[in-house]
């Protein structure tokens, strides 16, 4: 079976309680679904970047940048041993963006999935 969810972070201005609210009852729900293939995709809202140490072992090395607000995003994924789809396959950078705003291109949604 599989199972494909779609996902919003709360979006500016919001607060990091809202943030955090929507990572403890995303992570929730995944934990309590004992679907063999899940596939989690949508607006995440978060800049993550490559692999920073071995810890991250689910986040692979092509990813574009940090940002602050894109921090909790890893720790679900660490946490729930999932896999960052982005950050698996090279791409160039001007085919990775998916959002473009005043301050530059973005990559912001994301796929997340729990098997290869």
Known sequence: MLV???STVP???TTSTR???FY???EK???EDRTFYEVIVGDINAKSGPQRSPEELHIGTHDLEWKE???RMPEFIMSTKTIHGNSQFHKPPSLRWTRESSNGI???DHIIFNRK
Do not use: H, T
Request: hydrophobic share 35%; net charge negative.
């Open 19 to 21: 943030v955090e609210a």
């Open 106 to 108: 973005n990559e912001i």
């Open 11 to 13: 979006q500016r201005p």
């Open 4 to 6: 494909v969810r779609s």
């Open 29 to 31: 729900f995944y934990k």
């Open 69 to 71: 607000q894109g921090e």
């Open 24 to 26: 403890v009852e995303l």
